[in-house]
């Protein structure tokens, strides 16, 4: 079970935001590397990947975004929001079957 | 580009079946795991199953298991999901998103297709 804290979030712009992701389990794969990743939702649009295991931005995502932890607890942080943060972020783990999300955390602008 | 675009949702009865089809393009198919992920209205994200590349195996949500058939056609580019005896709890948005084999995140999304299921 994929647990997400807070459930909704109202941040300043250029403010910083923090989400929180915390697993049943540990999330360290036999492999040595921990499957756990973040997704935002934007309003209407289907999920993009932002971070892949752990700490990784993927292809064009901004360096305000940043992934860390290790575990079972684990977090994304923006440092400066921006309007176009607005939306539901998911943490996602695929260690094991089944693959699971948290269940979102809604981000707006105060 | 990547592109992947869900089709075949829609309106149909309780008890009734559905075959979802995702079209991709842009990239090397056969290349990708490729999964089917839905999201109720108003609610988060459910993985329901993944195939692999060549399509010899498949993986499914315990929920999923028996009602829900996924499959794919590598010469087409395409990705389907056979959806049986459908359930009001079946009403969702149905996401078809790719995985680079030997990796394990959902790099790309299609848009997704609504499906209703309801008398």
């Known amino acids: 079970v994929m647990t997400q804290t807070p459930l909704s979030l109202s941040v300043t712009p250029g403010q910083p935001a923090s989400i929180s992701c915390k697993s049943s389990?540990?999330?360290?794969?036999?492999?040595?590397?921990?499957?756990l990743y973040w997704y935002l939702q934007k309003p209407g649009q289907p999920p993009q990947l932002l971070i892949y295991e752990v700490s990784n931005r993927f292809s064009g995502v901004p360096d305000r975004f940043s992934g860390s932890g290790s575990g079972t607890d684990f977090t994304l942080k923006i440092s400066r929001v921006e309007a176009e943060d607005v939306g539901v972020y998911y943490c996602?783990?695929?260690?094991?079957?089944?693959?699971?999300f948290g269940g979102g955390t809604k981000v707006e602008i105060k | 580009e990547v592109e992947l675009v869900e089709s075949g949702g829609g309106l149909v009865q309780p008890g009734g079946s559905l075959r979802l089809s995702c079209a991709a393009s842009g990239f090397t198919f056969s290349s990708y795991e490729m999964n089917w992920v839905r999201q109720a209205p108003g609610k988060g994200l459910e993985w329901v199953s993944t195939i692999t590349g060549s399509g010899s195996a498949t993986f499914y949500a315990d929920s999923m298991k028996g009602r829900f058939t996924i499959s794919r056609d590598n010469a087409k580019s395409s990705l389907y999901l056979q959806i049986n005896s459908l359930r009001a709890e079946d009403t969702a948005v149905y996401y078809c998103?790719?995985?680079?084999?030997?990796?394990?995140?959902?790099?790309?999304w299609g848009q997704g297709t609504l499906v209703t299921v309801s008398s």
């Open positions: 389990q540990s999330l360290l794969h036999s492999d040595g590397k921990t499957y």
């Open positions: 998103a790719r995985r680079p084999i030997s990796r394990r995140e959902f790099d790309h």
């Open positions: 996602m783990q695929s260690t094991q079957l089944p693959l699971t």
